[in-house]
């Protein structure tokens, strides 16, 4: 599927994205949060292989980035859970399975093995670098493996 | 839920100072009508008459990338000096311009209508002449109507060697337009 300019990209999702961050967020934090969850796409998107999945790509960056929110507001506390059934955007299967991973591992092994997402892509949504996400992955993969042999 | 204007206004600012555009475009109205206005980090990309946003998104993305966002601030001082010439306060453009995808011979007859100034005009052939080759006056009517960028670059001032208007790109009513703004016709 072709990719579409940016402004069209932004025109279909803003307002989703915005309805997301704020039920997680609440209004004032969540105005932040979508202009760095636009600008997070705006990096990666001259990086995207195919247009398609864009909408989970895009409410993926945006549930990282209201994790990373939460972190800066309250830097001890542990990591709060991913988005759940509304608005997670994972493949059903998968998203079950993975439900015990850590979230950056989780959202890794979703984006790489639900949505065939390439690691350029999913490191636009951890706001890492390509090889962090593969490791994400593969290390999320493991666990899995290792918690289905027990 | 729509996303506020102000946030939205925020976030295409941001986005416009980030150096992540390929393009940034506007819609601006003018006494033609509404234009659509789009510049790169190089300079003025493209100006259509009668926009069709989403087939000229398309088009954008296909010559400059595909980060292409609506961004006032990106074209505002092309917004500006397009005001201030249909004001009829400026008689000159002092704009850098992203002339990308043309053809050698293209940019070389572009780079002579450039220098044909305010109120006055030159026929095809003339211009066919300055860029090098006086026999493609015909090629050079074609480049006129292709111009990515009419109004900054003036292809309504080069008219049919017996005067006639001949043609333009975004309609003759136009061309009579600004020929009349500049003291060209009555």
Not at chain 2, 84 to 91: D, K, L, M
């Amino acid at each position: 599927m072709a990719i579409p300019p940016f402004e069209t990209f932004y025109a279909e999702h803003s307002p989703e994205v915005l309805g997301l961050l704020r039920r997680k967020l609440g209004r004032d934090r969540a105005d932040d949060a979508f202009q760095e969850t636009f600008l997070r796409a705006l990096r990666a998107y001259d990086r995207l292989d195919h247009g398609e999945h864009l909408r989970a790509w895009v409410l993926t960056i945006a549930s990282r980035v209201a994790i990373d929110v939460h972190r800066r507001a309250r830097p001890t506390a542990e990591l709060p859970e991913l988005a759940h059934e509304d608005t997670r955007p994972a493949h059903e299967d998968l998203g079950e399975l993975t439900d015990g991973l850590p979230p950056k591992e989780r959202a890794a092994v979703v984006l790489r093995y639900g949505y065939d997402l390439t690691y350029d892509q999913i490191a636009a949504v951890l706001d890492s670098s390509p090889e962090a996400a593969r490791q994400a992955a593969s290390t999320g993969v493991r666990r899995l493996r290792k918690e289905q042999s027990t | 839920m729509s996303v506020p204007a102000d946030l939205d206004r925020r976030f295409r600012d941001a986005a416009a100072r980030s150096g992540l555009l390929d393009a940034g475009y506007d819609l601006v109205d003018s006494p033609l009508g509404r234009l659509l206005v789009a510049a790169t980090e190089r300079g003025l990309l493209r100006i259509s008459f009668d926009p069709d946003p989403d087939a000229e998104l398309e088009r954008i993305a296909r010559l400059a990338g595909r980060r292409v966002l609506r961004s006032p601030a990106r074209v505002d001082r092309v917004h500006r000096e397009l005001d201030e010439y249909f004001e009829g306060r400026r008689h000159a453009f002092d704009l850098a311009l992203d002339l990308r995808g043309l053809t050698p011979f293209s940019e070389r007859v572009l780079h002579e209508l450039a220098r044909v100034p305010f109120g006055e005009t030159a026929t095809y052939a003339r211009l066919a002449e300055r860029a090098g080759n006086p026999r493609a006056a015909r090629a050079v009517g074609t480049i006129m109507n292709r111009n990515p960028v009419p109004i900054v670059l003036p292809c309504h001032r080069i008219v049919g060697a017996n005067g006639s208007l001949v043609g333009y790109g975004g309609g003759l009513d136009r061309k009579v337009a600004l020929l009349t703004l500049e003291g060209v016709l009555l």
